[in-house]
Protein backbone atom coordinates (compact mmCIF):
# COMPACT_ATOMS: atom_id res chain seq x y z
CA UNK A 1 0.00 0.00 0.00
CA UNK A 2 1.56 3.18 -1.13
CA UNK A 3 2.31 6.18 1.43
CA UNK A 4 -0.93 8.51 -0.47
CA UNK A 5 -3.04 5.52 0.09
CA UNK A 6 -2.61 5.47 4.00
CA UNK A 7 -2.85 9.09 4.31
CA UNK A 8 -4.93 11.31 1.49
CA UNK A 9 -5.01 14.20 3.63
CA UNK A 10 -1.04 14.22 2.64
CA UNK A 11 -1.42 13.92 -1.16
CA UNK A 12 -0.51 17.06 -3.14
CA UNK A 13 -3.53 18.83 -5.03
CA UNK A 14 -3.05 21.05 -8.73
CA UNK A 15 -3.64 24.32 -7.70
CA UNK A 16 -7.27 25.37 -9.07
CA UNK A 17 -6.93 29.24 -9.73
CA UNK A 18 -10.47 31.23 -8.74
CA UNK A 19 -11.99 31.68 -12.30
CA UNK A 20 -12.72 36.00 -11.26
CA UNK A 21 -8.99 36.36 -9.74
CA UNK A 22 -6.82 38.39 -12.26
CA UNK A 23 -3.44 37.15 -12.83
CA UNK A 24 -0.52 39.09 -14.30
CA UNK A 25 1.36 37.02 -17.30
CA UNK A 26 4.36 36.60 -15.03
CA UNK A 27 2.28 34.45 -12.48
CA UNK A 28 0.05 33.33 -15.43
CA UNK A 29 3.14 31.90 -16.89
CA UNK A 30 3.92 30.13 -13.43
CA UNK A 31 0.82 28.83 -12.80
CA UNK A 32 0.25 27.41 -16.60
CA UNK A 33 4.04 26.20 -16.28
CA UNK A 34 5.06 28.08 -19.38
CA UNK A 35 6.69 30.75 -20.37
CA UNK A 36 5.87 34.53 -20.68
CA UNK A 37 6.52 33.91 -24.68
CA UNK A 38 3.81 30.83 -25.09
CA UNK A 39 1.55 32.69 -23.43
CA UNK A 40 1.88 35.52 -25.88
CA UNK A 41 2.08 33.09 -29.54
CA UNK A 42 -1.48 31.89 -27.44
CA UNK A 43 -2.66 35.53 -27.89
CA UNK A 44 -1.83 35.85 -31.26
CA UNK A 45 -3.43 33.12 -32.51
CA UNK A 46 -6.89 33.36 -30.78
CA UNK A 47 -6.11 30.61 -28.21
CA UNK A 48 -6.60 32.60 -25.53
CA UNK A 49 -7.39 36.30 -24.52
CA UNK A 50 -6.05 38.83 -21.81
CA UNK A 51 -8.91 40.07 -19.86
CA UNK A 52 -7.09 43.21 -19.90
CA UNK A 53 -4.33 44.54 -22.07
CA UNK A 54 -3.20 47.62 -20.04
CA UNK A 55 0.26 49.51 -21.32
CA UNK A 56 1.69 49.62 -17.92
CA UNK A 57 0.89 46.44 -16.60
CA UNK A 58 1.03 44.23 -19.39
CA UNK A 59 -1.53 41.44 -19.90
CA UNK A 60 -3.47 40.13 -17.03
CA UNK A 61 -5.41 36.60 -17.03
CA UNK A 62 -8.06 35.20 -15.30
CA UNK A 63 -8.47 31.47 -13.91
CA UNK A 64 -10.06 30.46 -16.53
CA UNK A 65 -7.38 31.08 -18.99
CA UNK A 66 -5.00 29.84 -16.52
CA UNK A 67 -7.04 26.69 -17.00
CA UNK A 68 -7.24 27.20 -20.78
CA UNK A 69 -3.31 27.34 -20.74
CA UNK A 70 -3.00 24.41 -19.20
CA UNK A 71 -5.01 22.67 -21.21
CA UNK A 72 -3.49 23.92 -24.52
CA UNK A 73 0.06 23.15 -22.39
CA UNK A 74 -1.42 19.81 -22.27
CA UNK A 75 -2.56 19.19 -25.54
CA UNK A 76 0.70 20.66 -27.30
CA UNK A 77 3.11 18.88 -25.34
CA UNK A 78 1.96 15.20 -23.95
CA UNK A 79 -0.45 15.31 -27.26
CA UNK A 80 2.17 16.54 -29.87
CA UNK A 81 -0.87 18.77 -31.50
CA UNK A 82 0.55 21.37 -33.48
CA UNK A 83 -1.70 24.97 -32.56
CA UNK A 84 -3.73 24.86 -35.55
CA UNK A 85 -5.19 21.47 -34.47
CA UNK A 86 -5.64 22.85 -30.94
CA UNK A 87 -7.75 25.83 -32.11
CA UNK A 88 -9.92 23.08 -33.92
CA UNK A 89 -9.95 20.81 -30.85
CA UNK A 90 -10.60 24.24 -28.55
CA UNK A 91 -13.55 25.81 -31.31
CA UNK A 92 -15.30 22.10 -30.98
CA UNK A 93 -14.63 21.60 -27.27
CA UNK A 94 -17.11 25.18 -27.31
CA UNK A 95 -19.37 24.41 -29.30
CA UNK A 96 -19.90 21.26 -27.21
CA UNK A 97 -20.49 23.01 -24.48
CA UNK A 98 -22.73 26.08 -25.82
CA UNK A 99 -25.04 22.59 -26.66
CA UNK A 100 -25.20 20.90 -23.62
CA UNK A 101 -25.99 24.29 -22.01
CA UNK A 102 -28.70 24.83 -23.84
CA UNK A 103 -30.27 21.07 -23.88
CA UNK A 104 -29.88 21.60 -20.12
CA UNK A 105 -31.64 24.80 -20.03
CA UNK A 106 -34.30 23.97 -22.53
CA UNK A 107 -34.54 20.05 -20.22
CA UNK A 108 -34.85 18.03 -22.85
CA UNK A 109 -32.03 15.21 -23.82
CA UNK A 110 -30.28 15.13 -27.30
CA UNK A 111 -30.99 12.19 -29.04
Same mark, same amino acid.
Given at each position: ?? $???????? @? /?? #? $????? +????????? @? +?? @????? &??? !???? %? +?? #? /??????? &? &? +???? $??????? =??????? #???? &????? @??? %?????? =????? %? !?????????????
Amino acid at each position: MS $FSAQRPEM @A /IQ #L $FEPDP +HTVYNIETA @A +HL @AQMSR &RMI !LVYC %K +HG #L /ISPVAKA &R &R +HGYS $FNGNAIR =SLRRIQN #LRTV &RGINV @AGI %KIILSL =SNEVE %K !LRSAVMHNGSPIP
